[in-house]
């Protein structure tokens, strides 16, 4: 009789051990774990989304590119006492004043993975914010003097302002401005 690797019952016997092996690994999984030292309850809190007026937002460093573009980071902190969470894309355009006219089409999203980004308090989050950095637009965009940037949180309607002054494109279209997925905060 051969028991080698090759076959009759030595294969017959790896069948069988795998078989076995997945059904007590499947049964595992349904059986809960016997605890001798009485019942424990954990309770853990899922973060509620951050308010506005919890967050300060700011400006990270600019960062030039040779393609007529600047990225900044747009960093969210948790100012308040407890933990909050973000996920999505914020809503960004050029303002005239804080509580000024919007100048221009809002930011356009840049594909990214949307992740849910829990804030501790003084927790960091980012959003990496690319903006058309041309002198002249053309005809069809006239240039209009901006205040700043009006930036609201993902999922939020009440904004925070950022002085970022400037010449931007007045029309409607086309953007020239992405703003990408809120994520974790990274040295930028």
């Known amino acids: ?9 030595a294969m017959a016997m790896l069948a069988w051990l795998t078989r076995s092996a997945a059904v007590v690994a499947a049964i595992g ?6 605890y001798c030292g009485g019942s424990q309850t954990v309770a ?7 308010a506005t007026s919890d967050l300060q937002v700011a400006l990270g460093r600019r960062i030039d590119h040779f393609t007529g573009h600047v990225a900044r980071s747009l960093e969210f902190t948790n100012r308040s006492g407890t933990a909050c969470a973000l996920a999505g894309y914020p809503a960004v355009w050029f303002v005239t004043a804080p509580g000024g006219r919007q100048v221009g089409a809002a930011a356009s999203r840049n594909p990214g993975p949307v992740r849910r980004v829990m ?25 209009r003097p901006v205040w700043g940037l009006r930036v609201a ?5 009440r904004a925070r302002y950022i002085a970022l002054p400037g010449r931007e494109c007045a029309g409607h279209r ?10 974790r905060a990274v040295l930028i």
Not at 1 to 9: F, H, K, L, S
Not at 29 to 34: D, E, R
Not at 44 to 50: D, V
């Open 44 to 50: 853990h809190a899922t973060p509620g989304p951050c």
């Open 119 to 143: 804030l501790a308090p003084g927790g960091r989050a980012q959003a990496m914010l690319v903006l058309l950095d041309l002198p002249y637009f053309g005809p069809r965009c006239p240039l």
């Open 29 to 34: 999984a349904m059986v809960p774990v016997a």
């Open 153 to 157: 949180p993902p999922g939020r309607r």
């Open 1 to 9: 009789m051969g028991w080698g690797i090759g076959g009759g019952p």
């Open 174 to 183: 086309p953007t020239f401005m992405w703003v990408g997925p809120v994520g």
